[in-house]
C-alpha cells in the first residue's frame, strides 16, 4: 500500500529540517517530500498522488506560495489536499487572503513544533474523515441509482406484460401500445419545445409517454363477442365498448399502491380520459377544452392516428395522408388547436414510425 505523503515547501533549510523531525518518526510513517520553492511544489503535487498534508511557505524565490495556493485552486484541489500556510507576515491582510484561497489553518512564525504537529494531525484527520463519508455517501447514492434502476425496471416490465395481456386478447391491438407510446413521445418534445406554458419537462414527458401504454387495459373486461366483433356495433355494444375507460381506472385503483405519485396520476387520467373530445363529445364525462387532462388529449390524438393507419377487424388500414388530413379537418373529432399544431409539426416523424413498423413487420 503506498505511504501517505506530507510535502513541505519551504526555501530555508533549517525550517524544512524542523518540520522534517516532527514527522520523521510517527507512527503513521509518512513519506515526507520537500520543495525549497512554488514551482518545485507544484512539480511534487503534479507527480504524487497520495499527499495529505502540505505546510506551505509564503515569501519563497521563483514563486512564492500564494502562487501555489492559485494553481491549486485552479485545478480544484483545495477541497481534498490540505494546505497549512507557515508565515512570518502578521499581516490581517495575509491571513485573509490564505482563508480566501480555502487554506485549512495560518500558523506563524516563529512557530513551536509540537503546536504545528498537533494541528497537522487533527487537519489530516479532519480531512479523511470528510474523504471517507464522501466515499460511503457516493456508494450509498450508487446503491440508490442501482435499486431506483432495477425497480424502475422491474415496473416497465410489469406495465408492459399488462398492456401485452389487451395485445394477446385482440387480434387488431397487435403492436398498437407501443406506437402509441411512440406517438405520445413525439408529440409532447414538440410541445416542450413550442409551448412552454404546459410546462413540460423531459421527466414529466417520460412519465406520460410510459403511462400511454396503459391507456386501453380496461379492455380486458370488454366481452370477446365484442371486443371482436368484425361488423359495426350495436348501441348497446359501443355502451360497453365505452366503459373500457372506466374498467381501467378500476384496474388502476385495486392494483397500484403510491396513488399520490405523479406517473399513478398520467395512468389514470389517461385511462380514464384519452377518448374525450375538445367539444365534450367524447366519453365518458364528456369534459370541455381545457377540462380534459392535457396527458389525455396528447394520448387521444396519438390514439386515433394509429387507429387509422393500422388494420381492425372492422376495417382496412387509412394511408398516412389520409389518416393525418382526417384528424386535421375534424373527421375523428376535436382537437386541442395546440395539440393539433404539434401534430402538424409531428408529421414526417409519425409516417417514419408507421413506415418503420411495416418494415419489420411488427403486427
Known sequence: MEKQQILIVDDEEV??????????DSKEGYELLEATNGQE?????ENHNNIVLIL???????????????????????????VILITSE??????????????????HKPFYPHIVKRRSRNIIELYQSRHNMELRLQMQEEEIRAQHKEIRETNEFMIDALS?????????????????KYFTRILLKYVMKYFPKYGLTTSKIDMIARASV???????????????????????????????????CSILERSYKNQASEFY???????????????????????????IPFSAQIVAIADVYDALVSPRVYKKPFV???????????????????ILECFELAKEDFFNIVEVIKMFEFK
Request: proline residues 4%.
Open 56 to 82: 506551505l511557505d509564503v515569501v519563497m524565490p521563483v514563486m512564492n506560495g500564494f502562487s501555489v495556493l492559485e494553481y491549486m485552486h485552479k485545478e480544484g484541489m483545495l477541497q481534498s489536499v490540505p
Open 320 to 338: 398516412n395522408d389520409t389518416a393525418y388530413e382526417m384528424i386535421l379537418n375534424g373527421e375523428c373529432g376535436q382537437f386541442s388547436p395546440d
Open 164 to 180: 401485452s395481456v389487451v395485445e394477446f386478447r385482440s387480434a387488431e391491438t397487435g403492436e398498437h401500445t407501443r406506437r402509441i
Open 15 to 24: 525550517n524544512r529540517e524542523i518540520l522534517n523531525e516532527m514527522f520523521r
Open 41 to 45: 511544489a507544484i512539480s511534487q503535487i
Open 214 to 248: 396503459l391507456h386501453d387495459i380496461g379492455k380486458i373486461g370488454i366481452p370477446d363477442a365484442i371486443l371482436l366483433k368484425p361488423g359495426k356495433l350495436t348501441e348497446e355494444e359501443f355502451e360497453v365498448i365505452k366503459s373500457h375507460t372506466t374498467i381501467g
Open 265 to 291: 396520476r398520467y395512468c389514470y387520467e389517461i385511462c380514464r380520459h384519452h377518448h374525450e373530445r375538445w367539444d365534450g363529445r367524447g366519453y365518458p364525462d364528456g369534459l370541455v377544452g381545457d377540462a
Open 90 to 107: 502578521d499581516e490581517l491582510d495575509t491571513d485573509d487572503q490564505a482563508y480566501s484561497y480555502g487554506v485549512a489553518d495560518v500558523i
